[in-house]
């Protein structure tokens, strides 16, 4: 029973198995830091690593995620009562007109896997709405995600509305989703564009770290 069992673990996707150990590692009197720092987040890590040279597939990472999800729950109280804080935070949402929630989830994994708090706004979000939630949640970072070509726009209009509501510089923007590419993030005047759920979880962690 250790650290490096747990991590693998995680990356194999075994959720039942993932959470016993996390029990009884924090039975035997293992911190829940130690368990987030050192197995969860190396494991999710690398699991975006093996998604990113084309190693792990789709199937591969919601597994994973599960895992990892089983085990936060277990240790979200404990880091709770020792105190611990989230890295930073982060607002996401799939824009307006769109429904497809798949990748933005996925970088929901990743982000949070990383330490970060997550507010998921879910799917079919107005531009109103990110603004309302840069307003009440004051996160670091926002990503919004679209794999429409017909709604791709109102990533723009969200954009637009940041800076009209006077929040677009307490706030960077990542976009992302399969249509996108970097040039239509320039030129909406996003901060950033990820091509996966690895990028957006670099870019988090770097905003934070700036
Ligand atoms: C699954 C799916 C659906 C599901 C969605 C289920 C769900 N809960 O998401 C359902 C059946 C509901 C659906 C509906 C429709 N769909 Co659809 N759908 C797909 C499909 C097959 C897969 C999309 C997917 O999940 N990919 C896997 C994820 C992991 O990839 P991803 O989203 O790109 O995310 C990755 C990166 O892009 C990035 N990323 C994503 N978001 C973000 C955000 C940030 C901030 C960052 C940094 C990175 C990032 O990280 C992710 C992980 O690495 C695609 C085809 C395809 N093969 O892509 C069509 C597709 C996207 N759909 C399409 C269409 C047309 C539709 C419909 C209009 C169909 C219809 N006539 O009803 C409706 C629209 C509904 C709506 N209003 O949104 C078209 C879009 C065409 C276009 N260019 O606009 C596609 C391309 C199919 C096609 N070839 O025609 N769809």
Redesign the pocket.
């Given at each position: 029973m250790s650290l490096v069992e747990l991590k693998e673990l995680v990356k194999n996707g075994k959720a039942k198995e993932t959470e016993e150990m996390v029990k009884s590692l924090l039975n035997s009197g293992t911190n829940a830091e130690a368990i987030l720092t050192n197995a969860l987040i190396p494991a999710m890590d690398e699991v975006g690593e093996l998604?990113q040279k084309g190693e792990y597939f789709?199937p591969e990472l919601l597994v994973a995620a599960r895992a990892m999800q089983k085990a936060t729950e277990i240790i979200r109280p404990k880091l709770q009562e020792m105190g611990v804080k989230a890295k930073g935070k982060v607002v996401?949402g799939t824009v307006r007109?769109?429904?497809?929630?798949?990748?933005?989830n996925?970088?929901k994994m990743m982000v949070e896997g990383a330490g970060f708090e997550v507010v998921d706004l879910g799917i079919d979000v107005t531009p109103e709405k990110f603004v309302q939630a840069v307003k009440d949640h004051k996160p670091g970072v926002i990503?919004?995600?679209a794999?429409?070509?017909?709604?791709m726009m109102s990533m723009k209009d969200t954009v637009a509305l940041l800076k009209s509501e006077g929040v677009r510089n307490s706030v960077k923007v990542?976009?992302?989703?399969?249509?996108?590419r970097q040039d239509f993030a320039t030129e909406i005047g996003a901060d950033?564009?990820?091509?996966?759920?690895?990028?957006?979880k670099n870019?988090a962690k770097f905003v934070y770290e700036e």
């Amino acid at each position: 029973m250790s650290l490096v069992e747990l991590k693998e673990l995680v990356k194999n996707g075994k959720a039942k198995e993932t959470e016993e150990m996390v029990k009884s590692l924090l039975n035997s009197g293992t911190n829940a830091e130690a368990i987030l720092t050192n197995a969860l987040i190396p494991a999710m890590d690398e699991v975006g690593e093996l998604f990113q040279k084309g190693e792990y597939f789709v199937p591969e990472l919601l597994v994973a995620a599960r895992a990892m999800q089983k085990a936060t729950e277990i240790i979200r109280p404990k880091l709770q009562e020792m105190g611990v804080k989230a890295k930073g935070k982060v607002v996401l949402g799939t824009v307006r007109g769109d429904l497809h929630d798949i990748g933005k989830n996925l970088v929901k994994m990743m982000v949070e896997g990383a330490g970060f708090e997550v507010v998921d706004l879910g799917i079919d979000v107005t531009p109103e709405k990110f603004v309302q939630a840069v307003k009440d949640h004051k996160p670091g970072v926002i990503g919004m995600s679209a794999l429409l070509t017909t709604t791709m726009m109102s990533m723009k209009d969200t954009v637009a509305l940041l800076k009209s509501e006077g929040v677009r510089n307490s706030v960077k923007v990542m976009v992302g989703g399969a249509p996108l590419r970097q040039d239509f993030a320039t030129e909406i005047g996003a901060d950033f564009y990820g091509k996966d759920a690895t990028e957006a979880k670099n870019y988090a962690k770097f905003v934070y770290e700036e």
